[in-house]
């Protein structure tokens, strides 16, 4: 990590200056009422924004509308609801999505063009738009209302998922800050990668776009909990300038760091969210290098991280690179077996395609940890890439068979 | 099923006229002396052949061997071993293979190259050649060796795979007979699946090869038990015209009820491998119909079939179509939410991209069984395809997340 950039204590998608958020209780996602389960982001000022969308061929009407909100250009709000997807319910759902923006609007004093709406939980089910409707109005929104929006997106996670990082530039302080849900699609049917992002930097619309794209590719894209993506996965960041100074555009000297920047607050947010996968204990991290192009050396990566094989070997602490080397011969990405190598942290198992004598005992007490590095040199060429993922567990099995009653 | 065509009772590869098979115990699988681990099929008559192979990057020097032999067109006979891959070995894997056809061929009086070598078993383990020369003289071939051979190339199958259709033509009786093992990658990487199939009808190579193409795209393609291929899955198809008569070309009026029988040995065997999956205790059928394309639809029955989520659903008879769905938005077929219907068994469960009422405890029962058929309309085109899968459960982790010791 670049020596500039630091994390804040307690960060959170309120730390960078001019954001506002809050969160109720309208019970959608439990009778519990500690359960949060609807929230609002704010920017007190006008912002440039970006967002990545589920390419899933059936999503929600939230992720139509946003997206759609997005492109205008405008959106400086989020209201978000956890417990039912809005997904799968014909037309009532684009009616509801388009209802939570107008009554985030009418709340906040701004279109309702300017909002996005964010939903994850069930699929199948309509939205209960009469405890919606008289939720947002109780929304309190504060400086410190990050912390409660993390926890209104919450659906299985067992922890919030939030951070925020800090950098000086031309003596302004620029922070990113950031909230996620996890991935894990669940009992039943708890869809849904989120996050919101935001920042205090002003930042050119066309950079931001470009550079949330680059960040989302090389975190939130790598990162794999069981292989199945949801009709409602949404990462949206949303500049304000607050910060002051001139908008960052591609060409601008702060452009690397601010990119810099955003890629740490994403990696951060998407190891939390494969750390806290349904049934996993342990997160593994797989770096692929000496790939012929990034693009082989990505889908290799995600490949070993998305192999049920390698995955339960994970969780029996089982150094077992001939699984690694079966999943990479599928990926996708060219392998010359006689040029292969592969290490777990840094102990070698295999070097030029053949396997290395190793003190297993070591190595077993290696994987122990709660966090373990494969990597994989292919010798081709310079592609390089990193994924993360958890390991399968007997847990995630009895979770995910539960029948929906 | 075409009713011409008839399942025979103790049906196995040698059931065609002028096959014969037997297999050995040498100790490279178990100790225990009645686990066969070493087997031959021959033919008595010369052969056209066809073989499909894994794509794995990473593969035994068996399958380029083998696939090397197929491709000069003689190949009649077959040595099998299980326990050890002969992968990843680097060039002593290419000296044993070639020198397990050799001894074959010494034995049966062929050229090597008429000799097709298969591998199963432990990646990263040289083959024990020095039991492997003592084994083959040992091997005692007959008409009913088939069965002995089924059990030579199992290893972690829990029941030998075997069966043999046969058919009527012109007054002679046409009989395709085959073998197979398991698809489950275990510990420690008892990788692949195998099958060996034989026909005494004539069959000119160039159909030979397309019509197995045809049948393994249908079969062993479609089917799933952890989505990992091995580095040494290869299917044989032996045809040596025993039951006289001109040989069959693609244009020939006999060729698709060959084609049809051949499909109905292969799903046979394909499926007898998904039930038999690692932890599997039941198997369902995805038909997707209404696809842009029959591509689509196999992508899509495929992607289904693969999905942790949908498997753990099916482990606890959970009637889930929420995970289906979801599976089908990313499986790269086209899909429109409004024109999907899916049903288990034949009660339908959504209609026009919306949910059924339906009663859960009928449908929870009908997902008891151990077959279930899942059915997914697209509402697009003409495309069909059909897959198997298996449930994933508990036991399917704790069998591999054992380490190797």
């Known amino acids: 990590m670049n020596g500039q950039i630091r994390f804040l204590e307690k960060g959170t998608v309120t730390s960078p200056q001019g954001f506002q958020a809050g969160a109720t209780f309208v019970g959608m996602k439990s009778p519990a009422p500690d359960k949060y389960d609807l929230g609002i982001v704010y920017s007190t000022r006008p912002c440039t924004c970006a967002g990545t969308f589920s390419r899933n061929e059936v999503r929600s009407f939230a992720i139509h509308i946003t997206e759609e909100y997005v492109n205008k250009g405008n959106v400086r709000a989020v209201i978000a609801n956890s417990g039912i997807a809005n997904a799968v319910v014909g037309e009532p759902g684009r009616k509801d999505a388009l209802e939570m923006a107008r009554l985030a609007g009418v709340k906040l004093g701004i279109p309702q063009e300017q909002v996005g709406v964010l939903c994850t939980g069930l699929i199948g089910v309509e939205l ?18 990050g ?39 669940i009992h039943p049917d708890m869809a849904t990668m989120l996050s919101v992002l935001a920042t205090d930097a002003g930042v050119e619309a066309g950079f931001l776009r470009q550079a949330l794209k680059k960040a989302v590719d090389r975190s ?48 951060y947010l998407a190891k939390a969210i494969v750390r806290d996968g349904e049934g996993a204990s342990k997160i593994f991290e797989v770096r692929v290098e000496g790939a012929r192009t990034e693009a082989e050396a990505s889908i290799a990566a995600r490949t070993i991280t998305n192999s049920n094989l390698v995955r339960t070997a994970v969780h029996g602490n089982d150094p077992n690179w001939g699984r690694v080397v079966a999943a990479l011969g599928r990926s996708g990405a060219k392998v010359e077996e006689a040029k292969l190598s592969f290490y777990v942290n840094d102990v070698c198992l295999m070097e030029a395609g053949l396997p290395v004598p190793f003190f297993k005992d070591a190595v077993v007490q290696l994987m122990r940890q709660p966090e373990v590095t494969f990597r994989v040199h292919l010798g081709l060429g310079e592609g390089t890439a990193t994924a993360w993922g958890c390991n399968l567990s007997e847990g995630y099995v009895t979770f995910n068979s539960a029948y929906t009653t």
Chains 1, 2 share one sequence.
Do not use: W
Not at 128 to 145: C, D, F, T, W
């Open 220 to 267: 939130f894209n790598m990162i794999s909990v069981d292989g199945d993506t949801s009709t409602n996965d949404t990462v949206l960041l949303l500049a304000n300038g607050a910060a002051g100074g001139a908008a960052i555009a591609a060409s601008s000297p702060e452009a690397p760091l601010f990119q810099e920047a955003l890629h740490e607050m994403c990696i």
């Open 128 to 145: 209960p738009m009469a405890l919606i409707r008289a939720g947002v109005p109780r929304v309190e929104l504060s400086e410190q209302g």
């Open 147 to 185: 912390h409660l929006f993390a926890r209104a997106i919450m659906t299985t996670d067992t922890a919030p998922k939030e951070a925020a990082v800090a950098y000086s530039s031309g003596g302004r302080t620029i922070t990113i800050g950031g909230v996620a849900k996890g991935s894990g699609m």
